[in-house]
């Protein structure tokens, strides 16, 4: 289209030429008037072709530029959606991590209570004179229940009607203690022999004779708990002890 213009732009410059050149030479001032008509004509022409020219250039310009700013939106939407993605994803973490929080405090509090039940216990325990012994149950009778501890002589317990038993977290009777069960037996020593108080059995407890933990351990080679009696109390023989 460009080609085209400039052709016949050129065509008609060449012709105003020679006709100015006709004109010019002429002696009618009317043909010297036309003539100068049409060079005046002629370079709004060639004006114009320059204004068409550059409105063609800018046309190019701005259709660059259109483009640019598409590919900058598209962009920016891009970044935008990434963005919020992100902040998603950060806040699913921090819920996440409160929730951490919250199980933390929850089993920590509930590890802290059984620590005071515990030592809630053992206080009553060593106020009353009683005594803490684990181990497994070796055998066990209407009146007498024996515990291998982890370590030491195994250790007889007498039964009586006040001696209360639980089986897995629940109230039952003696004769249903099964052999190779794991025991806690918190008893009072005294001359005849130690009386069971108290005797709470895990029958999920393997009969391996591994005891009942760290925490239940016994004195060695005496069979009793590390549990002693209170200050003013008179020492007495490791209770329970077979030879």
């Known amino acids: 289209m460009r080609a085209v213009s400039y052709a016949v732009a050129c065509t008609a410059l060449l012709l105003g030429c020679a006709s100015r050149q006709q004109a010019s030479e002429s002696p009618n001032p009317a043909t010297r008037e036309v003539a100068s008509a049409q060079a005046q004509s002629q370079e709004a022409l060639k004006r114009a072709q320059a204004a068409q020219d550059a409105a063609a250039e800018q046309a190019k310009r701005a259709a660059a530029a259109e483009t640019q700013v598409r590919e900058d939106q598209a962009k920016l939407e891009q970044d935008q959606m990434k963005l919020r993605q992100e902040q998603l994803k950060a806040q699913q973490l921090q819920a996440s991590a409160q929730q951490e929080t919250a199980r933390a405090t929850q089993e920590t509090q509930r590890h802290q209570r059984a620590a005071e039940r515990g030592l809630v216990q053992q ?92 925490g239940d351990q016994t004195a060695p080679g005496t069979g009793s708990s590390t549990e002693g009696a209170p200050p003013h109390a008179p020492a007495s023989p490791p209770p329970g002890t077979t030879k």
């Open 123 to 214: 206080t009553e325990r060593s106020v009353r004179g009683q005594q803490l012994a684990a181990g497994v149950v070796t055998q066990v009778r209407s009146d007498e229940i024996v515990l291998q501890p982890r370590a030491g002589d195994v250790m007889r317990f007498k039964l009586n009607d006040r001696t209360q038993v639980q089986i897995d977290g629940r109230v039952a009777a003696a004769d249903q203690i099964r052999e190779g069960a794991e025991a806690r037996v918190v008893y009072e020593p005294s001359a005849n022999g130690p009386t069971a108080v108290t005797v709470a059995v895990n029958p999920s407890g393997a009969a391996s004779g591994a005891g009942m933990g760290s």
